[in-house]
T-cell receptor
Framework: AQSVTQPDIHITVSEGASLELRCNYS??????LFWYVQSPGQGLQLLLK??????LVQGIKGFEAEFKRSQSSFNLRKPSVHWSDAAEYFC?????????????FGAGTILRVKS | DGGITQSPKYLFRKEGQNVTLSCEQN?????MYWYRQDPGQGLRLIYY???????QKGDIAEGYSVSREKKESFPLTVTSAQKNPTAFYLC??????????FGSGTRLTVV
């Protein structure tokens, strides 16, 4: 069965420091991979997605992610974190099911930014 | 602007009561989904529907019911059979491959 693991429940970084959020997935075929961000009490906003092609994917808000098939990973990075990046981040893998497709989510990583 | 509207934003349920969460989209998307979010567990799929008048159980469908009478609407009923309904509920829709759009959610609390 498809699954996504985000090993870090909480991460705290200083404003201006670099960020890497880890994501490992389990999926038998070529995965469709996503990163979403959620502010408290809000819905999810898509940061970036990987379907195929270049393994380094650029997203919104200065985020990027790198797909590494050999490590089953899709880590999210940002070179310089801003206070407004504090939120919860979810990695997800797209999975084909009997009647269409669905997203399987990781448990999320809460990012705190200290000034 | 096109999007997904979930209502109400906050909902309180008494023990033994059924409640219905609304989800409406004007994106002309075919597929719609309901996810449940609990702290530290990510999002789990409750029900999904690919076309009107058809829907499928997700991973945690027990205690929930849905209908899809119109393409734009996919309401979720939390029945009294759902023993732990307090959670944040998110509706989503897609067109094509995985272009998910999410609503802003409904927070349900049992009182």
């Amino acid at each position: 069965a498809q699954s996504v693991t985000q090993p870090d429940i909480h991460i705290t970084v200083s404003e201006g420091a670099s960020l890497e959020l880890r994501c490992n997935y389990s999926y038998g075929a070529t995965p469709y991979l996503f990163w979403y961000v959620q502010s408290p009490g809000q819905g999810l906003q898509l940061l970036l997605k990987y379907f195929s092609g270049d393994t380094l994917v650029q997203g919104i808000k200065g985020f990027e992610a790198e797909f590494k098939r050999s490590q089953s990973s899709f880590n999210l990075r940002k070179p310089s974190v801003h206070w407004s990046d504090a939120a919860e981040y979810f990695c997800a893998v797209g999975a084909v099911v009997e009647y269409g497709n669905k997203l399987v989510f990781g448990a999320g990583t809460i990012l705190r930014v200290k000034s | 602007d096109g999007g997904i509207t979930q209502s109400p934003k906050y909902l309180f349920r008494k023990e033994g009561q059924n409640v219905t969460l609304s989800c409406e989209q004007n994106l002309n998307h075919d597929a719609m989904y309901w996810y449940r979010q609990d702290p530290g567990q990510g999002l789990r799929l409750i029900y999904y529907s690919q076309i009107v008048n058809d829907f499928q159980k997700g991973d945690i469908a027990e205690g929930y019911s849905v209908s899809r009478e119109k393409k734009e609407s996919f309401p979720l009923t939390v029945t009294s059979a759902q023993k732990n309904p307090t959670a944040f509920y998110l509706c989503a829709s897609i067109t094509g491959n995985y272009g998910y759009t999410f609503g802003s959610g409904t927070r349900l609390t049992v009182v």
